[in-house]
């Protein structure tokens, strides 16, 4: 069955990408070609339809996908069809926006629990959450049920504040310090450097210059 196949990584990371243009479109259109998603997700009419390929056969020939339907298909491909429990490792400016921003529990993402190894910031609140010492790390986050840690640690204390969530049984990091943590096979990493991506982005603002300047 296609939807039993493996999902290529390239086509997991572009999934929400289709889920967000569904779910703006959601309540407004009842159905979606693939031209139209493809469009609005920056990619091409053939690429959404192979990545949808791995779902399932969900759109109709000359009609196009049904937007509900898609968006049920794609949420339950991605795990999003129960709520997910996030602790931030860091309260400082960046695990602080984290926690505050409004738009994770639309999409199933709560924020139970915040840590910081600063005495200074124990006890206060970050969006709804109470930030709790960096020591009691472990037994709060299985008191919590925390599915997904996020690390916005400076780059010395990321290694060890990885190792820690481990240990407590976190399965999915997503890493924010600045430099490169290890963790065993059965944990998923996802690792977010600004600073890369602004490279990138130099390189390319740097090739747009370059072709203007030489029309």
């Known amino acids: 069955m296609a939807a039993g196949r493996r999902i290529p990584e390239a086509t997991v990371s572009r999934l929400p990408l289709y889920l967000r243009v569904l779910g703006e479109a959601n309540g407004h259109i009842d159905t979606i070609s693939s031209e139209t998603l493809a469009h609005r997700a920056g990619v091409n009419a053939a690429q959404v339809r192979k990545d949808l390929s ?8 000359g009609v196009g996908y049904d937007v509900p339907y898609l968006i049920r298909q794609i949420n339950r491909r991605l795990g999003l069809d129960g709520d997910r429990r996030v602790a931030i490792v860091g309260a400082g400016n960046l ?4 926690a505050s921003y409004g738009g994770f529990p639309a999409r199933g993402f709560h924020v139970v629990a915040a840590f910081d190894a600063d005495p200074a910031k124990v006890g206060q609140t970050v969006g709804t959450t109470r930030v709790e010492p960096v020591a ?4 709060v986050l299985r008191e919590r049920g925390a599915d997904i840690a996020v690390i916005t640690t400076p780059a010395p204390a990321a290694q060890a504040v990885a190792d820690t969530l481990v240990e407590a049984g976190i399965r999915s990091i997503l890493n924010f310090a600045p430099t490169t943590v290890v963790v065993p096979d059965h944990v998923a990493l996802r690792q977010v450097d600004l600073g890369i991506e602004l490279q990138i982005l130099s390189f390319y603002q740097q090739t747009i210059v370059t072709s203007v300047a030489g029309l």
Do not use: I
């Open 54 to 61: 791995y779902l399932g056969s969900y759109g109709t020939r």
């Open 95 to 98: 695990g602080q926006a984290l």
């Open 136 to 139: 009691a790390m472990a037994e």
